[in-house]
T-cell receptor, first 112, second 113 residues
Framework: QKEVEQDPGPLSVPEGAIVSLNCTYSNSAFQYFMWYRQYSRKGPELLMYTYSSGNKEDGRFTAQVDKSSKYISLFIRDSQPSDSATYLC????????????FGPGTRLSVLP | DAGITQSPRHKVTETGTPVTLRCHQTENHRYMYWYRQDPGHGLRLIHYSYGVKDTDKGEVSDGYSVSRSKTEDFLLTLESATSSQTSVYFCAITPTVNTGELFFGEGSRLTVL
C-alpha cells in the first residue's frame, strides 16, 4: 500500500460545478497537509497549506483534513476552465521540505 | 516567478552517458531540492541541500549525485544514465522550512534511450 493514495482521474466537470478532490494516507504521524496545482508542462505551485485537522478556506478553494479517517479533501467552488490542471496532495510529519510525501495527482478538466 | 531556472529543459541521451542537470536560483535560499516526477508515482525526492556543500539523500537517490558549490546553484548528475531514469526532473527551493511552501522550477524532461 502506498503511503498516500489519490485517484488519478481524469475528472471532467462542467464550468461552475463544485469539484471534490481527495487523498487518503496511512501514516498517522502526518500533521502538515498541502495541495499543489500543476499546469501541463509546468512546475507545481502551492494552493493550500493546513496544519492538523479542520478546514481552511481561500477564495473558491476549501481544504479539509480529517485525521481520524486519514483523509484530506480539496473543494473548488464555481469551477472555471482555468482550474484545469493536475492537483497534487502532499503531507508530512515534520514541517521540512525533505519530508514531504506527494500523492500521484488527479487530473481535472473543467469544460466551458 | 520564483527565480528558479532549470537547464537544460529537454535532453535526449543514450544509456551509459553522464548527464548533469542544473538548477539556478536568484533568491539566495538555503534549502534546495531535486525531485523526479513519473506517472503513478507523484513527486519523489532524489537529493536535497541545506547549504553550500551540505547535501543529503532522498527517497530515490541511487544512481544520482549532487553538488552545491555556490548558494545559487544545485547540480544533479546521473553518472551513467539508464532508461529507468527517463523522467521529468524538478528543482525546488523553500524560503523557510515552516510554511510547507516549495517553489518549483519549470522542470527538465530527460529521455534516456
Amino acid at each position: 500500500q502506498k503511503e498516500v493514495e489519490q485517484d488519478p482521474g481524469p475528472l471532467s466537470v462542467p464550468e461552475g460545478a463544485i469539484v471534490s478532490l481527495n487523498c487518503t494516507y496511512s501514516n498517522s504521524a502526518f500533521q502538515y497537509f498541502m495541495w499543489y496545482r500543476q499546469y501541463s508542462r509546468k512546475g507545481p505551485e502551492l494552493l493550500m497549506y493546513t496544519y492538523s485537522s479542520g478546514n481552511k478556506e481561500d477564495g473558491r478553494f476549501t481544504a479539509q483534513v480529517d485525521k481520524s479517517s486519514k483523509y484530506i479533501s480539496l473543494f473548488i467552488r464555481d469551477s472555471q476552465p482555468s482550474d484545469s490542471a493536475t492537483y497534487l496532495c502532499a503531507m508530512s510529519a515534520l514541517n521540512y521540505g525533505q519530508n514531504f510525501v506527494f500523492g500521484p495527482g488527479t487530473r481535472l478538466s473543467v469544460l466551458p | 516567478d520564483a527565480g528558479i531556472t532549470q537547464s537544460p529543459r529537454h535532453k535526449v541521451t543514450e544509456t551509459g552517458t553522464p548527464v548533469t542537470l542544473r538548477c539556478h536560483q536568484t533568491e539566495n535560499h538555503r534549502y534546495m531540492y531535486w525531485y523526479r516526477q513519473d506517472p503513478g508515482h507523484g513527486l519523489r525526492l532524489i537529493h536535497y541541500s541545506y547549504g553550500v556543500k551540505d547535501t543529503d539523500k532522498g527517497e530515490v537517490s541511487d544512481g544520482y549525485s549532487v553538488s552545491r558549490s555556490k548558494t545559487e546553484d544545485f547540480l544533479l548528475t546521473l553518472e551513467s544514465a539508464t532508461s529507468s531514469q527517463t523522467s521529468v526532473y524538478f528543482c525546488a527551493i523553500t524560503p523557510t522550512v515552516n510554511t510547507g511552501e516549495l517553489f518549483f522550477g519549470e522542470g527538465s524532461r530527460l529521455t534516456v534511450l
